[in-house]
Structures are given as structure tokens and as C-alpha cells.
């Protein structure tokens, strides 16, 4: 492990150290208005005049070779308080194409126009802006070069209007609702065009067909003609009220009523560091999580959504790698009230960030639970061009006990120049108040990404006596070793886009370096040039189980500990093209199953749209078990459906009904929302949860929730 990290590091030091920016050739040059500028999508100020033209943009798909052929018209400019930019989007096929009006669409199903700002210049860090055709925002914060963190909201105003033959889109994005350093006067910066008729994906400064539009490694440079205007004293007060009620039918059956004030307050430490405050915070228009059916031996992972904890979010949740994250923010807050909580995170010069937070929480006395402190203090320093190393310190430690988990760790995330390279190198050590042996945590991942080749390779080892009590870590005592080999063709013309095969493999051994598990096999993807998927994948799987386990997750009946399994599946997978206003999509599985059984997943989903105003969409899935009776197993047969509804009335008013028939856990979930966004990330949300018992519909628990939020700066 020592040997290949330091193999690693000496790669990168001499491939990162003397590299300079990929596209810094690509300059906008942003001047100050010249008269006041009215957000309404005629673009007849003066300032736009005179402002410089981004244009003849750079094709990124169907292929990244030539400039693209619908074109696209960008000018910046700004004044003391906002940045504005204007948008031309040509559209020679006469057509365009939106998913909803509903903010944080997907990209890959509306025709929209993409703005990154790369805003200390660091080619990791920046803030996303966005717009469809329709009118409809998209915003977040960019972490690690490439990803958005989309549950990051904040002010900036909009207009679109259509035409025959363009949309024109114009924005103000204010400072204040950005970090950036003041005294820095070059910014990375790009655009990027998506028009879906015709599949063409752009931007201003060339990017390789294999990363986002958005990569910031290969971003321009926005440059100042005077140092950035100070976004001032900048705080922001957001309060909420919440009245409503609830009866839990299974249990003594009793109405309760729920009249809470609480709120967050947001103050900026200068124009790159930001102070977030939370008392009795709560997250009931969060929502639901799309429920999925386990048949794995561990829990499933599902993203924070809750905003107290979203800005500067990667240097907390983005800790660790998929499977093994020394810290998870979903652990806090778990059937227990937040009571306050305070948060720190951004810049601290060019080259240093900090993340450190401490919550208190409340206890549940009649289910056991103490009342718990959270600290976690994270420092992330820019080595080279884009690589950053980071420690970590996490703690949590209980009210009114002696009890605490601690964490220490160090990681270093490698980031070549132009991308290629990506990588992670990590340490931690753990300590109870037990003082347990074998307490750390190691693992190593290397990834090489260009136009044909993607290769993966990974290793990590946890410790028998390891634990992470705030993380998501599925099991301990083990060394896995995983690799991926990927290979694309590109064809020159014809339906077919690209099409390739990829080979896969990982393994878990135990404590003594024998097998639990491994998983070998192959895949083969193909992606047409109207954006429709298609795959094909086979696999051979062995397991030694290590503690005794249920198949099914359903009938109770458990396999023994020690007991072998092998078998070999394949699986057909189908995504329609997303121009459709009718798309579907299917996954499919067969193959055998534990002792000698068989086990056959099928899983559709079906949506059509009334754009931009309605979508209605149905997903099913269906597994079907079959179990040997000599081993006195039970067979098994489970759906999960779930029909949704989604109303975007306007840009500011949407109504959601979603509902989830899940048998493997014998529940039915009705959540029905109402959200009307009053002012600018201001919102009265009405909530409507029910949820029943699939055999008999007998009603479990229902609630309802009306909250007020509002938006207040001073």
C-alpha cells in the first residue's frame, strides 16, 4: 500500500507541478455597465453594446472536433451589486425542448444555456448557473472539478423570452450570493448550450467529449477591468413558521399538534468565508427519498438534502470514497431534534479552505437515545495545479455519558492538468472510550479518463476494530481490491454515437487474506445519436457470508454464517431517446441466486410530459425469487410501484404527488406537496404524508404540515 502511494505521488508531482491552465487563451474580458440594466430579456441597454461577444462555440457531442452549429451568442457585464449576463441561443430547427418549469431540472432533458465561475480561480471550487428554454433556474455549488451540488439555492433573478428562431435568456446573479476573492482579478469562467433537437452539446472554451461542459479544468478566464465590487455587509436571516398535525394509527393512536418557529441565519466573514446558524431547524418540505428495493446484506445510501447543511457541502459529505465515508451528515439529526448548530466553511486564502461545524441534538428518552455533540473540522490545502491534501477531525461524544467516537484522516485528491488523472489517497484512524485494536482505515483509487480509454483501479482496507459512528461504512475487518477496463468506439457517422465494451472486477477478503467475495464481468454499451441508451452486461458472483442473512429481506428465514454461494446473471438495460414528450426506459435481470436459486428482476418506467407545465410518470419493479425448498428457504415475489405527478403551474408554483407501494416492506407512501416560491428562495410549502399497510390498506400513520419560509437580508 506504502509502496503504491508513493508510486502515485511521484507521478503526480512531476506531471502537476510545472502545469499551467488548459484554456487560458480563452479570455472575457467583463466591463462595468454603463447605465442600469432591467432583467426582462429585450437586452436594449447600452451596456450590452459595448460589451464583449462570446460566440462560435466549441461542438462537445455528437463529436468534439469541430465548432458547433447552432450558435450561441453570450455578454457579461455588471455593477455594484450584481453580475448580468445575457444570452442569445439560436434555433434553426424552430423548436425547443423542457422537461418542467420545476428549478434544478435535469440536463440531459431540456434545451438550456449553462454558466460556470470558477470564482478563486482554483480549477476546483465554483458556483453553476442555469437556464431553460422555458425560463426555469438551475444552480449550484461545483465541487472537485467537475460536480454540482444542485440542493444548493440562492437569490438571482431571471427572464427568457421565445422567438421563432432563439431564445434569449438574462440573469443577475448578485454577489452576495456568491464567495469570491475581491482582490482577484481573473476568474475561471465558460458557457455551455445544450439543444436537444438536434443533440448538440457546446461551450465556449473546448472541452473533451468525455468530461461536463462545465469542467473546470478547462475553463476560460474571466478577466476584470477593475478588482470585483465588495459584496458588503452580508447577512441573511431566514426564519420559518410551522403549524400541523399528526396521528400514529399503529401506535396509541393519538392526534398530535406541531406549532414550531426556528430558522437559520447566514453571515458572510468577508467575500469568500460564510457563518451558517441553525436553531430548532426543521426539514419537513424536504423531499421524500425515491424508495428502492434491497436485497443486499447492507443499507442504502441516500444524499443530504437538508439546506443548513449544502454550502461548501464537499468538504464534509464529500469525504472518503462511495462505499467508505468517514463522515455522513444524514447520521445527525436520526429520530432526534437538531436543537442549534453552527457551520463555518469556504475560503481562507487562494490556497486554503476550512469546513468546521458543530451540532447539538436533542435526546429521545422512551427509544434510548442520549442526546448527542457533533464536531467535524476539515482544512483542505491546493497542492500543484489542481491536487489538494485535506485533514480531518470528526467528533461525536454523547450528553449525558462517557460514550464518543473520534476520527482523524488525511487525504490527498490528485487532479491532473487536463483532467485525464483523478485520484484519491486516504488514511483515518478511529478511537472509542472501548480503545479497540486494528482502529484505521486506508484505501487508494486511480482513475484515467480520455475520448476512448476509461480505467479504474481501487484499493482499500478497514480495520476489525474501526468506526465511524457520523459515516456511511457498510462493513469492517476487510481489504477489497476493484478494477474497471473501458474501452469506446467512435464511429464517424451512422445512428450509433459511440459503443464500447468495459470489464469489471472486485474482490473482498477478510481480516486473514481469504475470499468473502468477488464479482467478475463485462458490459457493452451503446449510445445512439438521438441520446438513447442501450446495454447489455453478464456477471459471475461468489459470497462467503459472514454473519447470517435473509435473501429476500422479506420472509425472515436466514442463510447460516460461513455458508458459499455462487451463480452468474445478465441483464438488458434500455433508456428511450429524452426529444420524446413520451420516454421510457427498462432494466432487466436474470440469473441465479443464493443456494442454487433463481432470481429474475424486471424494473420499467414510463413518463410523458404536457410541456412545460405537466409530467406524469410511473415506474415498476418487480423481483421474483425462487429458492430451493430443500433448504427450507421461502420463495419470494415483491413490487415497488411508483406513480408520480408533478404540476409546475409556474416558475414559482409547483404541486407534486408521489406515491410509493413498496411490499417488500409492507408499506403504501402517499406525499403530496404544494410549493408556492413567494419571493425569491421565500416559500410557503403545504405537506400531506400517508402511509398504509400493502395487505390490507390499513392506515399506518398521516400527517400534515404547513411551513413558511422567508429570505431577509440586512
Not at 443533440?199 to 473546448?206: D, G, V
Amino acid at each position: 500500500m506504502k509502496r503504491l502511494l508513493s508510486i502515485f505521488l511521484a507521478i503526480f508531482t512531476c506531471t502537476s507541478l510545472f502545469a499551467q491552465k488548459q484554456n487560458a487563451e480563452y479570455r472575457y474580458f467583463i466591463k462595468k455597465a454603463t447605465d442600469a440594466v432591467k432583467i426582462d430579456g429585450d437586452l436594449k441597454e447600452l451596456s450590452w453594446e459595448s460589451a464583449q461577444l462570446a460566440t462560435d462555440f466549441f461542438m462537445i457531442l455528437p463529436s468534439d472536433t469541430s465548432k458547433a452549429n447552432i450558435q450561441t451568442h453570450v455578454r457579461m457585464t455588471y455593477d455594484d451589486n450584481n453580475i448580468y449576463i445575457a444570452v442569445v441561443n439560436e434555433i434553426p430547427h424552430k423548436t425547443y425542448m423542457v422537461e418542467s418549469l420545476r428549478r434544478d431540472w435535469n440536463f440531459g432533458k431540456n434545451d438550456n444555456f449553462l454558466l460556470i465561475m470558477d470564482t478563486y480561480n482554483d480549477l476546483t471550487n465554483g458556483f453553476a448557473f442555469g437556464l431553460n428554454a422555458a425560463g426555469a433556474q438551475w444552480d449550484g455549488q461545483q465541487y472537485d472539478g467537475g460536480p454540482v451540488n444542485l440542493s444548493w439555492d440562492n437569490k438571482w433573478h431571471s427572464q427568457v423570452k421565445q422567438y421563432e428562431d432563439r431564445w434569449i435568456m438574462e440573469a443577475a446573479i448578485p454577489f452576495k450570493s456568491i464567495r469570491y476573492n475581491k482582490k482577484l482579478m481573473s476568474w475561471g469562467v465558460n458557457f455551455g448550450r445544450m439543444d436537444l433537437p438536434s443533440t448538440e452539446k457546446s461551450s465556449w472554451a473546448p472541452v473533451p467529449r468525455q468530461f461536463a461542459s462545465i469542467s473546470s479544468a478547462y475553463t476560460g478566464e474571466l478577466i476584470w477591468d477593475a478588482p470585483p465590487p465588495s459584496a458588503g455587509a452580508n447577512v441573511s436571516v431566514i426564519p420559518y413558521l410551522l403549524g400541523g398535525s399528526q396521528k400514529d394509527f399503529a401506535g396509541d393512536g393519538k392526534q398530535t399538534y406541531r406549532k414550531e418557529v426556528g430558522g437559520d441565519v447566514k453571515v458572510a466573514l468577508g467575500s469568500a468565508l460564510n457563518l451558517d446558524l441553525t436553531l430548532n431547524p426543521d426539514f419537513s418540505q424536504v423531499e421524500v427519498d425515491q424508495q428502492q428495493t434491497n436485497l443486499d446484506r447492507f443499507e442504502l445510501f441516500f444524499p443530504e438534502r437538508r439546506q443548513f447543511f449544502l454550502e461548501n457541502d464537499d468538504l464534509f459529505n464529500n469525504l472518503g470514497m462511495e462505499r467508505i465515508r468517514p463522515f455522513f451528515s444524514r447520521r445527525i439529526g436520526l429520530g432526534v431534534p437538531i436543537d442549534y448548530g453552527a457551520r463555518l466553511s469556504g475560503k481562507l486564502n487562494k490556497q486554503l479552505r476550512i469546513g468546521a461545524l458543530h451540532i447539538n441534538t436533542g435526546s429521545a428518552e422512551d427509544r434510548g437515545i442520549e442526546g448527542q455533540n457533533f464536531t467535524v473540522v476539515t482544512l483542505q490545502q491546493k497542492v500543484f495545479n489542481r491536487s489538494n491534501i485535506t485533514g480531518v477531525f470528526i467528533n461525536k461524544d454523547a450528553t449525558s455519558s462517557s460514550q464518543f467516537n473520534r476520527n482523524a484522516g488525511l487525504e490527498y485528491n490528485l487532479a491532473s492538468r487536463n483532467n485525464l488523472w483523478r485520484g484519491k489517497f486516504m488514511y483515518y484512524h478511529s478511537s472509542t472510550e472501548e480503545g479497540a485494536k486494528g482502529n484505521n482505515m486506508a484505501a487508494a483509487q486511480i482513475n484515467y479518463n480520455d475520448r476512448h480509454w476509461a480505467i479504474t483501479g481501487q484499493y482499500e482496507k478497514v480495520g476489525t476494530g474501526y468506526e465511524s459512528q457520523v459515516g456511511f461504512f457498510q462493513r469492517s475487518g476487510y481489504s477489497r481490491v476493484n478494477g474497471r477496463l473501458g474501452y469506446l468506439f467512435l464511429p464517424e457517422g451512422g445512428r450509433v454515437l459511440s459503443h464500447g465494451p468495459s470489464f469489471f472486477s472486485f474482490a473482498f477478503f477478510d481480516q486473514f487474506n481469504q475470499s468473502t467475495e468477488y464479482t467478475s464481468g463485462v458490459m457493452y454499451n451503446v449510445e445512439f445519436r438521438d441520446k438513447s441508451v442501450l446495454s447489455w452486461y453478464t456477471a459471475k458472483d461468489y459470497i462467503r457470508l459472514l454473519t447470517s442473512f435473509d435473501p429476500t429481506n422479506f420472509t425472515g428465514i436466514k442463510l447460516p454464517i460461513g455458508s458459499q454461494h455462487h451463480w452468474s446473471s445478465t441483464g438488458i438495460n434500455f433508456v428511450s431517446k429524452p426529444q420524446s414528450l413520451l420516454t421510457y426506459g427498462f432494466d432487466s435481470r436474470y440469473g441465479g441466486y443464493y443456494t442454487g436459486g433463481k432470481r429474475l428482476r424486471l424494473a420499467a418506467n414510463l413518463n410523458y410530459r404536457f410541456q412545460p407545465y405537466v409530467q406524469l410518470g410511473i415506474a415498476a419493479e418487480i423481483n421474483d425469487i425462487d429458492l430451493p425448498e430443500e433448504n427450507q428457504l421461502k420463495d419470494a415475489r415483491f413490487w415497488l410501484i411508483s406513480p408520480r405527478v408533478d404540476l409546475t403551474l409556474t416558475n414559482n408554483l409547483y404541486f407534486t404527488t408521489f406515491i410509493q407501494y413498496n411490499e417488500q416492506i409492507q408499506n403504501t407512501n402517499i406525499n403530496a406537496r404544494l410549493q408556492w416560491r413567494y419571493k425569491p428562495v421565500s416559500d410557503i410549502y403545504l405537506v400531506y404524508t400517508d402511509n398504509y399497510a400493502t395487505i390490507d390498506s390499513r392506515v399506518k400513520n398521516r400527517a400534515i404540515v404547513l411551513k413558511m419560509t422567508y429570505w431577509g437580508n440586512i
